[in-house]
């Protein structure tokens, strides 16, 4: 029992990172029907800008000879980051995908994929193969519940990813930006004739997007210090998966599919060697897509594409 | 002249739709084009909100502003020109009240959003009853009370009605055209493409016809249910 619960802590961590980049998918999906194959990129983009955050913070702390708690550091390396993240991905749409909106969806995916390449060698052309380790900002606490272990940070990242998808669900429902996209989902030609701009909701959505993506880089780095230029190609990969799995373009659906797929990773290396578990987790869920082709929450109607 | 539009030309992927279209329309009125099926009616109204792109050579002012230099989103906020789409095209997946709400968008006048809301409220008082139903559930004719109502809450100098008849009861059809009316009196232009040219004519005052992409006739609409060529191509004889 006690192993049990370890891995379903385990498994919600994973989730976590699962979650928070299939949103992106899924919210660019929804609203230009469009697969926006940088995102994992991104990703991995949003780690290392948030290293460089926390490492310019804690030369300021240290300059200015401050002391400031380690989580105030965390929290507001997050913030920044996504922030800055954000603007990288209204740079992709600007750049990437406005020239291609009615150009054939496959130009728009390679047009992904290689701005992605161009991400992954830039980091490598910049940094070099240094391995570069995310700065440790909160120190460990381990907890233990009866036997069940858990530390400070696995609680932060769960809590900080749920939050972030109670605030995106609270966003889309209630903002009239948010108002726009779920419109937009809808019939995105017509959206015009309402006085609202494609150019300010598409580049609006690839910014949450990004941010989150951001979000889950800090976090990953928090459990996984050792980043890596190509550390979100699997990573963005699986978390695609989980927006395909929730049902194109469906926000619930991506966040539980993310957890979902943290759940299944996980308790398959309860069962099997962990060599075999991406062999067994992605069967399973190959098995899943046979019996639900639109996964969990796919819609029946998706986004009108022409006038 | 509110609106003049000169030598218009609209192709899609290379073919032609609209071969130089020309008519004008003074603020306040209503004005009809009535044509047959892929005519260009839709493809002339899409011009005139951006949705499509005109060829080189066209001329399309509105109030003194040159029309090509707007974004299709500006034609609707800035100009106050505001277009019921061909087949409605809600937002089944909003409220009706939300549908109302994305129209005001880009509008920063409170005062105005909130009389112009109660305005279609009193017009169409089923979108009220209605107001917290999603889009798509709502009936025929509801659906297209709404469609109106939230072209009017993006602005009403001008309003582009794309078949606003199509699939409603003739009983629905009558009290649909007394609303526009209504909207008409309040100082909205209005230009109404039908292929129910009886209908369309017996509700504006003048009218063009539109064969193949090119305007083949006009006139009052008096002259026009008379005309033979008209009675015999529109109107059954
Ligand atoms: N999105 C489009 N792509 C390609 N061709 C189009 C498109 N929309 C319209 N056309 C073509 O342009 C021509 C004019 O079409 P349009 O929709 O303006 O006609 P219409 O008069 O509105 O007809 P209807 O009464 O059937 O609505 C037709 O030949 C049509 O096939
Ligand atoms: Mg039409």
Known sequence: ?307 | MQLRVENLHVSYDQIRALHGVSFSIDAGEIVCIIGANGAGKSTTLRAISRLVPADKGAGLRFEGHDLLAFAPDKVVSVLGISHVPEGRRLFGNLSVLENLQLATFARRDPQGIKRDMERVFSIFPRLLERRTQYAATLSGGEQQMLAVGRAYMTGHRMMLLDEPSMGLAPLMMLSMFEALKEINRDGTTILLVEQNARLALKFAQRGYVIENGRIVLEGSSEALLNDPEVKKAYLGG
């Open chain 1, 1 to 307: 029992m006690a192993f049990f619960m370890q891995n379903v802590i385990n498994a919600l961590q994973w989730g976590s990172f699962y979650a928070l980049i299939a949103l992106g998918y899924s919210m660019v999906y929804s609203i230009l029907m469009l697969f926006n194959f940088t995102h994992g990129d991104i990703f991995m983009t949003g780690a290392y800008i948030g290293l460089g955050v926390a490492t310019a913070l804690l030369a300021l702390v240290a300059a200015l000879g401050w002391s400031l708690p380690g989580w105030l550091l965390l929290v507001a390396t997050i913030i920044i980051s996504m922030f800055i993240t954000s603007l990288l991905g209204v740079l992709v749409e600007r750049v990437g995908y406005r020239p291609l909106r009615s150009a054939p969806r496959a130009s728009a995916a390679i047009t992904g994929l290689m701005i992605g390449i161009i991400l992954e060698y830039g980091n490598l052309a910049l940094l070099g193969t240094q391995r570069l380790s995310f700065p440790e900002l909160i120190q460990t606490t381990t907890y233990s519940v009866g036997s069940v272990y858990f530390t400070n940070k696995k609680i932060f990242i769960v809590v900080v990813a749920l939050l972030l998808m109670v605030g995106l669900h609270q966003f889309i429902q209630k903002s009239r930006w948010g108002m726009a996209m779920r419109a937009m989902s809808y019939d995105f030609p017509i959206v015009p004739l309402m006085g609202v701009s494609l150019n300010l909701i598409a580049p609006l959505t690839f910014a949450i997007g990004s941010a989150l993506a951001a979000a889950g880089g800090i976090l990953y780095g928090m459990a996984y210090p050792v980043l890596d230029p190509f550390m979100g190609i699997l990573l963005g990969w699986k978390s695609f998966v989980a927006a395909i799995l929730g049902g194109r373009g469906s926000i619930l659906g991506a966040a539980l599919a993310g957890f979902l797929l943290g759940f299944i990773e996980i308790f398959t290396t309860m069962v099997f060697p962990s060599t075999f578990r991406d062999l067994i987790a992605y069967s399973i869920i190959l098995l899943i897509l046979t019996f639900r082709p639109y996964g969990f929450f796919g819609q029946a109607h998706s986004t009108q594409l022409r006038l």
